[in-house]
């Protein structure tokens, strides 16, 4: 992959058109990346795939951006999303930076009865997403939807899509049994719990849904922000292994 | 699993043992979790396995704990080293936590070429591992190794221990696929490169070992830290899966 800078851009990409870049963008190329007049740069808007660009002006307060070449498409990224409580903010921060490098297309903070996090800053973690997708080559960043309830969560959601929750009680298969186990249930979400995890009731509710499957990580308690890291990885290793065969 | 405190503690442990607590210790144990007289905790020193112990003396300048008695061994912890590039402290801080909740039974911390920081505290890291190590569960505490260069690392390997390398080159098998291939090859030890990766000559010169086996974590660039969590908890998933099948 190229080592070239990446700029992720709001507005829409075709060749030869013109994007003047705002303060933070023009700070980031010009001053942090050091690129100048008739530099290349990669850029991508999570819709129209990934161009090269170029700066073609400069001046005191505007820096200007020419498309050049059409470079690929978003690739076929995963159809992955991560339901996870809210956490303490550098834990939520990590999850989300972490979440992004690894391929996730969605992240969609919960509330349940043991959250105890409930202010999110939507912008920050835009912000954490955006840079995490220039810097691991990512063409689409991920969807952060509103925070919803746990109960909510349940009701609406799509019951042909598997829900894979990381049971912290221990009682569910080891995850890679869960994900490798040739059903019709495959898992298009991981769901994974606040710090203290889910109380009793909250657990038999959701175990009610056939839409979704419980499975361990392990014997060892690892925090909340790094089994939601866990479980993305290891989905992700099954399915390269998926496509390595196939 | 209890939610008693837990603390590392350097003295060996048996029954009706007293140990005095160490001013940081005390901090922790009386301030910081607000522990008083007659409450319990749990101790382990990372040889002895896990005990119960109470607090049976406070005073102004002192804390002491006595043994009262044995709850576990050091379980079959897994056997799984981590040969890692020294990376920007937050990198290497963030690394050295989370390889801990993920079980991993020494770090080694390794100069390559593209190796950009140098410098290690290893006091530092060994108090985040011990506070990790605290917090989840473990009975052990990772060894830290003194840095080495790659060059050394590879010269002084037990030919008999499979390295698995991630080679962030693309060319290796997924890694999924290494750790289930039926051969008398077995990781023993993950390597991670630095941000930059490995050189070409690195490289082959890596591959010219049988003990190693290339890997590969997917297309998307992750960050070294994010690449040896990765690889971790797929090599606990892996082993998870083979326990229950036995």
Redesign the interface.
């Known amino acids: 992959?190229s080592n070239r800078v990446r700029l992720f851009v709001e507005t829409s990409l075709r060749k030869d058109g013109i994007i003047p870049l705002n303060d933070k963008q023009k700070h980031y190329i010009t001053k942090v990346m050091r690129l100048g007049l008739g530099n290349k740069l990669v850029v991508f808007n999570g819709k129209d795939g990934e161009w090269h660009a170029e700066i073609t002006h400069i001046s005191k307060r505007l820096c200007n951006i020419k498309i050049i070449r059409f470079v690929r498409k978003s690739?076929n990224e995963s159809d992955i999303s991560l339901v996870f409580s809210l956490l303490k903010r550098g834990a939520t921060d990590?999850l989300v930076e972490?979440a992004t490098?690894?391929?996730v297309s969605r992240l969609c903070p919960m509330i349940s009865k043991r959250t105890n996090t409930f202010k999110v800053n939507a912008n920050r973690l835009k912000a954490i997403c955006i840079e995490a997708s220039e810097?691991?080559?990512?063409v689409t960043v991920p969807i952060i939807e509103q925070p919803k309830t746990l109960g909510n969560i349940l009701a609406e959601w799509p019951r042909q899509k598997g829900l894979l929750f990381l049971d912290e009680s221990g009682s569910g298969?080891?995850?890679?049994?869960v994900l490798?186990e040739k059903t019709n249930w495959q898992a298009h979400a991981i769901l994974v719990g606040p710090e203290g995890g889910f109380t009793p009731a909250e657990r038999d509710k959701m175990l009610q849904n056939s839409f979704i499957r419980p499975a361990?990580?392990?014997?060892?308690?690892?925090?909340a922000e790094?089994a939601a890291?866990?479980?993305l990885?290891?989905y992700?290793?099954?399915m390269?292994?998926d496509?390595?065969k196939n």
Not at 173 to 177: N, R, T
């Open positions: 992959m690739e990590l972490k490098e690894l391929g810097q691991c080559g990512r298969k080891p995850i890679l049994e490798r361990t990580l392990g014997e060892r308690l690892v925090r790094t890291i866990s479980a990885s290891i992700n290793a099954n390269a292994i496509h390595y």
